[in-house]
């Protein structure tokens, strides 16, 4: 496997819908199957000590789509969450959601935050559902609360720094494993569609072809794979890029 391991991996789960049309069924028929893939990677991720893993379930825009594709969408996340918290726990998994959750339907919000609460002493992976999520939303509103705070006196606007805006964020209570080190796609589109945008800011990208109905654990160990092979500068220079100090004398 993989010799240097990602500790937070952000997958983007796209290509339900396309999936199942391709197959001639309805694209609800795309998310029952693309849920069902959901359990196998959370198990991989955790069985190869993955530190955190954040699945982008449903965007800020996702809210524009048909009525009953959203009714399907929630009944599929409280399903998954009703049958999967107990294996979760057995496997030591911790969950959290970000994004507008008081957005979210109260039956939907119940399963969310009893699952949250079952999982929260758990010290294995890091389970995040991005639900109603969208990096644009998370950085406005984090504008927002700091002003809120400068104008209650809590703050002053000279305090916000990288290090501030962080505890801000839907991601704050992830402590150091907010960073993504790696973003995957499916189903072959190479955007980020506003996941992440601050976490990810030195993340590597990973796309495949395949839609997310037909991503299997295997795939993620060969993103594991390719990931182990890059290198990661953060705007600095890798050794491999490291010329000898002679060169530059001659500048
Ligand atoms: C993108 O496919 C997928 C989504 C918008 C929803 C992802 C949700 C799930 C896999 C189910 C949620 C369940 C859990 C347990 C997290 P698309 O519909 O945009 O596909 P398309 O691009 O082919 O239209």
Not at 228 to 244: I, M, N, T
Request: glycine share 6%; net charge positive; hydrophobic share 40%.
């Amino acid at each position: 496997m993989a010799a240097r391991l990602p500790k937070h991996i952000a997958i983007i789960m796209d290509g339900n819908g396309r999936w199942a049309q391709r197959r001639g069924h309805s694209r609800i028929f795309g998310h029952v199957r693309g849920t069902s893939r959901v359990k196998a990677v959370v198990r991989e991720a955790n069985r190869l000590g993955i530190r955190a893993l954040t699945m982008y379930a449903f965007s800020t825009e996702n809210w524009s789509r048909p009525a009953p594709e959203l009714k399907v969408l929630w009944r599929l996340l409280k399903k998954y969450l009703i049958r999967e918290t107990e294996e979760l726990h057995r496997e030591n998994v911790r969950f959290r959601v970000i994004g507008e959750i008081d957005r979210l339907d109260p039956e939907v919000r119940a399963v969310i935050e009893s699952s949250v609460r079952r999982l929260s002493g758990n010290t294995g992976l890091q389970l995040n559902f991005a639900l109603s999520y969208g990096s644009r939303r998370e950085l406005s509103r984090a504008a927002r609360l700091f002003a809120d705070d400068c104008v209650a006196g809590r703050r002053r606007p000279e305090d916000m720094n990288e290090e501030l805006l962080r505890e801000y964020l839907w991601t704050s209570e992830l402590g150091d494993l907010a960073e993504v080190d790696l973003v995957i796609r499916t189903s072959g589109e190479r955007r980020v569609s506003n996941f992440l945008l601050w976490q990810a800011a030195y993340a590597e990208f990973f796309f495949t072809e395949l839609c997310w109905p037909d991503f299997e654990p295997k795939h993620l160990r060969e993103a594991l794979e390719d990931y182990s092979r890059r290198e990661r500068r953060f705007g600095g220079v890798g050794p491999k890029s490291l010329a000898p100090p002679e060169k530059f004398a001659k500048l």
